[in-house]
């Protein structure tokens, strides 16, 4: 039996394009039966505030880089989205005194404008977001080296050699619109992809590179970083890729409403806990890592259900 169109861009793949029953499943859970779908290798959290949770959030980025020695690099992979964690990090380093030589860190993506990643000086740069809310608040004799600072800007594939000359401690995410880490989004319905969306061993062969953004995301997009202004927001971005992900020792993704309804933060708990992969939603890839974590504002999670406003 044919999948249907996607009922929001038709041109494409996304989770509007699954069984009906999986949609329906994923839309019955309640908070207590979404925290009920922890197995081994996926692990769902709650934070009952954002401060517990955004200060969670943090320590993962402490503790990665705690590990790291000289003879042991060890870094930690992060995004823009959420950011409200970026401050908290600095100041704990700053409080603890934390040396961050032998640390490293890994943005996740950036904005891609004629071909290619945008510079620092971009206004939306995500780069300069990471500087702006946590290294660059960081004091100067605890800061790790500018070289140690990885972002997938410039060569693509230099970008990914380091997850193989570094331990990835941990790989932090946020959830988008069309359930992606990263800019890991569903394809475009069209060539040997015009019927199914990639496998997801397909899909798991993909490494950081230069990709096209779903509408939605793209919508998503303008929404949460240019006031909804559509036509002033990137079509393309640079990402890290299932690759890099899977040499992660961790993934780790952060849920507070934000970036993902309450629907879409079940859907994709569901598929990875019932082992459901497919690539038109991105995130229930992770199905296939030995070792997810979900973690949820608890307050976001509310209900599925008909409301009006």
Known sequence: MARPLSQVAPEWWDYTTLDPEILSDAAKLTEKSLFKLSRPGFTVHYHETLEDFYLAEALEYVESWQKATADNP??????????????????????????????HFWGMDEWVENGKPVGIDHPLSFAKADFEMCFNRIDKKLRMPKENIHFPSGDLKAYSKTYDQIECAIMQGGQGDTKHWAFNDPVRRRGKYKDNPPTPEEYRKLA????????????????????????????????????????AKKV?????????????MRLSAWMIAKKIPDSAVPMSLLADHPNVHFHYWRPAIKTVGAEMH
């Open 252 to 264: 780790s993704i952060w849920q507070a409403g934000t970036h993902d309804n309450p629907f879409g």
């Open 74 to 103: 060890v870094g930690l992979c992060g995004p823009i989205g959420p950011t409200e964690q970026l401050p908290l990090v600095a100041r704990i380093v700053n409080s603890l005194g934390i040396n961050l030589k032998y640390a």
């Open 208 to 247: 950081t590179r230069v990709t096209e953004l779903h509408p939605i995301t793209v919508l998503q997009n303008a929404r949460t970083s240019n006031g909804g202004y559509v036509a002033n927001v990137a079509r393309e971005a640079a990402t890290v890729g299932p690759v890099e992900t899977w040499k």
